[in-house]
Nanobody, 122 residues
């Protein structure tokens, strides 16, 4: 009933920039926190950045100062702008959203996107 669709991944050179976006669609009543996570093979998925419904943001230490998370509530979309990218930023990036739905019944659930690959390499 709810889908998160990410876009914007790809190959970028070290020191470059990349923007990711994630749009939520479906029977959405309201979206609470939205965030970005990343995962590399053999490691646990880790938080990159999160933004609450009120606009409060928090970042992983590894990306703090290099990344900006933002959201457009009218479009149910969250963005992640990453600058000064490093090879260690290479991962699959997943969008996450805490969404209250109105159909098929009222509820509040955690949703994930399908993931988008980001490769930082020369």
């Amino acid at each position: 009933q709810v889908q998160l669709v990410e876009s914007g991944g790809g190959l970028v050179q070290p020191g470059g920039s990349l923007g990711l976006s994630c749009a939520a669609s479906g029977s959405i009543f309201s979206i609470n926190a939205m965030g970005w996570y990343r995962q590399v093979p053999g490691k646990e998925r880790e938080l990159v950045a999160i933004i609450t419904g009120g606009g409060y943001t928090n970042y992983a230490e590894s990306v703090k100062g290099r990344s900006t998370i933002s959201r457009d509530n009218a479009k149910n979309t969250v963005y992640l702008q990453m600058n000064s990218l490093k090879p260690e930023d290479t991962a699959v990036y997943y969008c996450n959203a805490d969404i209250s739905i109105s159909s098929p019944s009222w509820g509040r659930h955690d949703y994930w996107g399908q993931g988008t690959h980001v490769t930082v390499s020369s």
